[in-house]
């Protein structure tokens, strides 16, 4: 089953260009989690509300977002393995979601979408312990997989979603044109040989997964890590105007509380991976984003701007109580909006070719972003327990989860062979 998910998932991503693009239109909202790293109790708990009562996901009523579907979709912000202990869980449940939904799940390619960082930070070993007969297989596969994973998604036109980051140097036409199945490994690509690679486009894809934000104006290596830039706020500015989007959502670095604003609130960083470091270390965080489409005039301009997150626990979100006066600890889900406020400026502009004066107003929308953070902590943060080796609650979780995605299997995997464009139109 394994081989069989990692291989059609494949060929779907194949398909998907560098920079991807997400929309709303349909949906009117999205969610965008951040590092996961093997850990499935964490993926859990974004997909279904933490019930004291019973974690079986079929018993738990009060949904916070549910599976991935077209009405309801996700972006996956890279960092699915290493580290945790159900790699292999985690990677199969979101490829198994975009076989079964392949419109509404966004994956983009993390740094530790790498073999040579799968075999340092535990991977490699668990398809191994895991899968000791077929582990070879595994994870040749997983390599063709990891390299075929966009680098990017763009969400709406307005949000820019990577998981690292950007630098002086990132240029998105040189990413759009770039062969990213040529990167099997970042960290040591091909630079000689037929299947050379060059030194221009190893440097784009590498600040784009492995650089941080830093307060300081201007551009450095990032020696901390090894690899990627440290890039300031002037750097944010100038690339988000050039794409002409308002916001960077990005990962890789854990926070305490799952997330954090840099540069003016231009960046934004979140982390799913709660317990990352140990016991109550941080808490994991998703995004809940709302939309609103807006038709201007021709000429209409477009300003993107993002106000601090409001921010819930996932408790919170699971309770239908109505906040009272005078309590503010008290957050349910119809109380809190995500939609973003629009606003209209009308400024006065340079007559062009001789117009007239009363053609020289141009609209401007404001387009003020309000996203909701959910702050959450899985249950179990013990890094030296597994799925495979501890029945309890949550291994009863990961396999209900597992077996309701992939009760479609047989017909997806059906309808991907029996996919004819020439012959249905479709």
């Known amino acids: 089953l394994v081989t069989e998910v990692l291989e059609e998932a494949t060929s779907i991503l194949q398909t998907l260009p560098n920079i991807q693009r997400a929309s709303t239109t349909l949906s009117q909202r999205i969610t965008i989690c951040g590092d996961l790293h093997g850990q499935v109790e964490d993926l859990v708990l974004i997909f279904q509300a933490a019930c004291p009562s019973s974690f ?29 202990n159900n790699s292999i869980e985690v990677l199969v449940i979101l490829l198994s979601c975009l076989l079964a939904h392949p419109s509404a799940v966004y994956l983009n390619r993390g740094n530790h979408e790498d073999p040579m960082l799968n075999k340092r930070y535990g991977f490699a070993d668990e398809v191994r312990t895991k899968y000791p007969k077929q582990c070879k297989k595994i994870l040749k596969q997983t390599e063709l997989l990891f390299c075929n ?20 140097t990132t240029d998105f036409t040189k990413v759009t044109k770039l062969d990213r199945k040529m990167f099997s490994s970042v960290l040591q690509p091909s630079l000689d040989g037929e299947n050379a690679v060059s030194i221009d486009d190893w440097r784009q894809v590498l600040d784009i997964l492995w650089s941080d934000p830093q307060s300081a104006p ?7 890590r090894g690899g990627g830039s440290h890039f300031g706020p002037d750097i944010t500015a100038n690339l988000l105007t050039h794409l002409k989007v308002g916001v960077l959502i990005r990962s890789h670095e854990c926070c305490p509380n799952g997330w954090k604003m840099d540069h003016n609130n231009q960046v934004l960083t979140v982390f799913s991976a709660s317990n990352y470091y140990g016991t109550d270390s941080n808490l994991g965080a998703f995004v809940q984003l709302s939309s609103k489409r807006v038709v201007g005039t021709p000429r209409a301009e477009t300003r993107i701007s993002i106000m601090e997150p409001t921010r819930c626990e996932l408790d919170d979100l699971s309770t239908t109580q109505t906040p009272t006066v005078g309590d503010e600890g008290a957050v349910s889900t119809a109380s809190t909006n ?34 909701r953070l959910v702050t959450f902590k899985a249950g179990r943060s013990n890094k030296q327990q597994s799925l495979q080796g501890n029945r309890n609650s949550n291994d009863a979780a990961y396999r209900m989860l597992l077996r309701r995605i992939l009760s479609r299997k047989e017909s997806i995997v059906a309808a991907l062979h029996n996919y004819d464009p020439q012959q249905t139109g479709q």
């Open 338 to 371: 995500t939609s973003p406020r629009i606003t209209y400026t009308r400024i006065l502009t340079p007559p062009e070719n001789g117009e007239e004066t009363s053609g020289r107003h141009r609209r401007i929308v404001e387009t003020l972003l309000m996203p």
């Open 149 to 168: 994973i966009p680098l990017c998604t763009i969400l709406d036109d307005v949000i820019l979603v990577c998981h690292g980051g950007i630098s002086r």
């Open 56 to 84: 079986l996901l079929q018993n738990c009523l009060l949904s916070v977002n549910g599976l991935p579907d077209i009405f309801n979709p996700y972006i996956f912000n890279g960092d699915f393995v290493d580290r945790g």
């Open 218 to 224: 201007g551009c450095k290596p990032n020696i901390k």
